[in-house]
């Protein structure tokens, strides 16, 4: 994934059933700043010129964390979401990164479905807390 392929993969996330967008960190600018920050982690999938996936990887030097791992529905149980995830893992564990997370939004089952199916598991023992340090980048 390059800072060329964001404004396409804003296209793909946005209305994307599970997909959660911040619109000021979730803007070009702050993907481009996540890019500068991890790059060669994130992946895109191309078929016939159009985007049909994409995954930002990133990490903070002791976790990897894959956000907004995307495949538009008619390219979806061909592999391709698979490929893109052992990718970015890859390009993790490249970095010294042995251990990845991804965030999954509490309704989206179908999501959840995919991750336990290429291997990932659910952690009941932790949940997310969050607190906004600046209410005009949050």
């Not at 529905?73 to 391709?80: I, T």
Request: charged share 20%; proline share 4%.
């Amino acid at each position: 994934m390059t800072v060329a392929d964001l404004p396409a993969c804003l296209a793909l996330w946005t209305g994307m059933p599970g997909i959660t967008l911040f619109p000021a960190t979730d803007s070009i600018d702050g993907l481009k700043r996540y890019l500068a920050r991890n790059p060669g982690l994130s992946v895109v999938a191309f078929k016939d010129g159009q985007l049909v996936g994409a995954c930002l990887a990133g990490h903070d030097a002791r976790r990897g964390y894959l956000h907004h791992a995307a495949v538009i529905e008619e390219h979806r149980r061909k592999g391709l979401g698979r490929t893109m995830v052992e990718w970015c893992l890859q390009a993790l564990r490249n970095e010294g990164i042995g251990r990845c997370h991804i965030f999954v939004n509490a309704g989206n089952d179908e999501g959840k479905e995919f991750w336990r199916h290429v291997g990932w598991e659910e952690r009941l023992s932790v949940h997310v807390m969050s607190v906004t340090t600046d209410p005009a980048k949050a």
